[in-house]
């Protein structure tokens, strides 16, 4: 998690995101898929085919480990995972910086 920064306080959130002119009330209704991953895992189709109720599938992160958010694939935070009003949520712990969040635009 070295990689991450840690999330900055509500004043500096403000600053992050004022942005003035056009080009802001333009994007501004865009919607974006926001999704959090908590690990992944090769296996080949054959076992994949096999999975059945009551299959566990082993995953590359360890129990309490930090959760990815990631933004249209992008990872811009980490996460843990809580629960408001009987549904699940994610409690952001780091932002990443915003020229590792531009970075992975630019693989796209």
Not at 10 to 38: I, W
Not at 40 to 58: D, I
Not at 82 to 89: E, F, L, Q, S
């Amino acid at each position: 998690m070295s990689d991450m920064t840690e999330a900055p306080g509500a004043d500096a959130r403000a600053k992050a995101f004022e942005f003035s002119g056009p080009n802001y009330d333009l994007l501004s209704s865009v919607s974006l898929r926001l999704s959090v991953e908590a690990g992944s895992t090769s296996m080949p189709l054959a076992e994949l085919l096999a999975l059945n109720a009551g299959s566990v599938v082993q995953l590359n992160r360890q129990a309490g480990e930090l959760l990815d958010v990631m933004v249209n694939g992008t990872p811009i935070a980490k996460g843990e995972i809580v629960t408001v009003d009987g549904r699940y949520g994610i409690r952001i712990v780091e932002v990443a910086s915003t020229s590792q969040r531009a970075a992975g635009l630019e693989r796209r």
